[in-house]
């Protein structure tokens, strides 16, 4: 494990949620393919999705969520803390799904998706990512 954090259940909910949103909806072009071997639709554990990040970029990832869940995480039922952190990232990168849904969020989603636009989006390029860096 790259980072050592003292997490709650809840928290690594959110920030696996938010890692697999990353590698599902953000990879770099030139590392398309590269996620075929992972099942999307299938229960992710945060230790192997880490093993793909590069160090700076899971500092970011998890100052970034823990940052977000700390200011919001109150109105976030905690059975939906996955799907929190994915819509955290899909609503801050400006992608056609997150916390702007309100079918998704019915009751919050204002304050979610104004909360998750304030962190900008984060561009995500092949240095962030450590799982296909070449042997030295």
């Not at 938010?18 to 999307?40: C, H, K, Q, S």
Request: aromatic share 20%; charged share 25%; proline share 1%.
């Amino acid at each position: 494990m790259y980072i050592n954090f003292d997490l709650d259940e809840k928290q690594v909910q959110f920030v696996t949620g938010y890692l697999t949103a990353v590698l599902f909806a953000d990879l770099p072009e030139e590392l398309e393919g590269e996620t075929d071997n992972i099942d999307f639709a299938a229960k992710q554990d945060i230790d192997d999705l880490m093993l793909y990040f590069a160090h700076d970029a899971l500092q970011r990832a998890f100052a970034d969520c823990l940052s977000f869940f700390y200011r919001v995480h109150f109105y976030i039922d905690s059975g939906l803390m996955e799907r929190a952190g994915a819509d955290f990232h899909f609503t801050r990168e400006g992608h056609g799904v997150g916390f702007w849904d309100e079918g998704r969020w019915p009751t919050y989603f204002n304050i979610l998706d104004k909360t998750a636009v304030s962190y900008g989006a984060f561009e995500w390029t092949a240095e962030y990512f450590s799982a296909w860096e070449e042997e030295e």
